[in-house]
């Protein structure tokens, strides 16, 4: 005596489902890294013009201050001055001109 057995096996339905919820996560998850990689540069790129501020404006100073050390030092007050002081030079001027000639005899 057998068994008749009329019930059909059920076919499994391929889980498409499970796939679609898949995409989504992986779109989700890659717009996150897109958003803190981009946070993460424009906060180094403010950074980085930040740096470049101070150094401009430490070189401006700089440079100001090197202006006015180069008028100091070409001023005819402090050439006067060292020419008495330490060159013994008088300020006496003749009243003749002597021509020295660039000739060899």
Do not use: H
């Not at 180094?44 to 070189?59: C, G, H, M, P």
């Not at 060159?87 to 020295?100: A, F, G, R, V």
């Amino acid at each position: 005596m057998t068994i008749n057995n009329d019930i059909s096996p059920k076919r499994a339905k391929p889980q498409k489902a499970g796939f679609t919820w898949l995409a989504i996560i992986c779109l989700i998850f890659c717009e996150l890294l897109v958003y803190t990689w981009v946070r993460t540069e424009s906060t180094q790129t403010i950074l980085r013009i930040s740096k470049a501020q101070a150094e401009v404006i430490e070189k401006t100073s700089y440079y100001r201050a090197l202006s006015v050390e180069r008028e100091r030092l070409k001023s005819d007050d402090r050439i006067t001055r060292i020419a008495k002081t330490l060159l013994n030079l008088s300020t006496d001027t003749l009243n003749q001109t002597i021509y020295l000639s660039g000739e060899k005899e």
